[in-house]
């Protein structure tokens, strides 16, 4: 399911039908959205395949920005899934297909860094975030008011 069929306030109104809704720069829409109407949409890479689908968005308290999307892949019914944390910034909203892409190689996501859902790592350890960032060639948004 899709942010726009996720939209049970109707902010994207318009989005896609040409309706009498906000416009593409405007929020709500692609610059600001709903966190809720975002969980559930489908990731993809570069090469269209399929790399599962965001579950959970975890927000930074202390700094008001999003952290890291938790992506679900590979399992079959809930069984086996891996969950990965996906540092924000390296997900691209991709506005045709109504989904977000993540420039990743499908088999490199299986050697990714992930959890299972009884076992959540600390994501506030610095350690852990530099090592995802690193995994993903991100660069961690607390540097950017060190740049």
């Not at 039908?17 to 993809?44: H, K, Y």
């Not at 420039?103 to 994501?123: I, S």
Request: charged content about 25%; proline content about 5%; aromatic content about 10%.
């Amino acid at each position: 399911m899709n942010y726009l069929e996720r939209d049970t306030f109707g902010m994207y109104k318009g989005l896609s039908n040409g309706g009498s809704g906000p416009s593409r720069r405007q929020g709500p829409g692609p610059e600001l959205m709903g966190a809720d109407t975002l969980v559930g949409n489908a990731v993809c890479n570069r090469n269209s395949e399929n790399l599962g689908d965001i579950k959970e968005i975890m927000l930074d308290m202390r700094s008001g920005r999003i952290g890291y999307a938790v992506l679900s892949f590979g399992g079959f019914l809930g069984l086996g899934e891996k969950l990965f944390a996906v540092p924000w910034n390296a997900l691209k909203l991709d506005t045709d297909n109504k989904r977000f892409v993540l420039d990743v190689e499908k088999d490199r996501l299986d050697e990714a860094p992930g959890f299972d859902k009884n076992h959540w790592p600390d994501m506030a350890d610095p350690s852990w975030a530099k090592g995802i960032h690193d995994y993903y060639g991100t660069k961690l948004y607390v540097d950017d008011a060190h740049s």
